[in-house]
C-alpha cells in the first residue's frame, strides 16, 4: 500500500509540475502552432500609455484534481477504520483547495495594458505578456487574425 500511495503522489506531482507547460500565452512574440501560415491584419500607430497589470492564472482543474490526490493519499495515513475515512475526504477536499490555488499562482504573469493610437486617429488598448517594452511614443505595429491581437515593434 506504501508504493501505491508513492506512485500517486509522484504522480500528482508530475502532472502539477507539467501545469506550467499547459498555460496559454499571451505574448507578442510568440505564436501558437495554429497561428503559423497565418495571414494577420496589420496597422501602425504610436503607443499612447503603458500600463503593467497581472496576467490572471489559469483554472483548467489539473491543480485541483491533482492537489485532491496528494491530500487524499495523505490524509488516509490519518488515524484508522472510520478515522482514515474522514482523513482522506478532509485531506482530498484541502489538497484539491490549495492545489487550486498553487495552478492559479504558478501560471499567474506580469503583462502590459498598451494603448495604440492608430494612424487613422482610433485607440485601441491590448494586454499581453511583458516579454518586450514598449514606452509612450514608440512607433508600433498592431497585428491582427482569428481574433488575437498582438502589438510589437
Do not use: W
Not at 490572471?56 to 492537489?67: D, F, L, N
Not at 511583458?130 to 502589438?151: C, I, K, M, Q, W
Request: with cysteine; charged share 15%; net charge positive.
Amino acid at each position: 500500500m506504501k508504493n501505491f500511495s508513492r506512485m500517486v503522489v509522484a504522480g500528482a506531482i508530475t502532472v502539477s509540475a507539467l501545469l506550467t507547460g499547459c498555460a496559454t500565452t499571451s505574448s507578442g512574440s510568440v505564436y501558437s502552432g495554429g497561428q503559423a501560415r497565418q495571414e494577420q491584419t496589420v496597422r501602425m500607430g504610436v503607443v499612447e500609455s503603458v500600463r503593467q497589470v497581472t496576467i490572471e492564472g489559469s483554472k483548467s482543474g489539473v491543480g485541483t484534481i491533482a492537489g485532491g490526490v496528494v491530500g487524499g493519499v495523505a490524509g488516509s495515513n490519518v488515524g484508522g477504520g472510520k478515522g482514515s475515512t474522514i482523513g482522506t475526504i478532509l485531506g482530498a477536499v484541502a489538497g484539491g483547495v490549495a492545489g487550486s490555488a498553487i495552478e492559479q499562482g504558478v501560471t499567474k504573469k506580469q503583462g502590459l495594458e498598451i494603448t495604440v493610437k492608430l494612424d487613422n486617429g482610433q485607440l485601441r488598448a491590448i494586454t499581453q505578456d511583458a516579454d518586450e517594452s514598449f514606452r509612450p511614443g514608440d512607433r508600433v505595429r498592431l497585428l491582427s487574425g482569428n481574433g488575437v491581437t498582438r502589438v510589437t515593434h
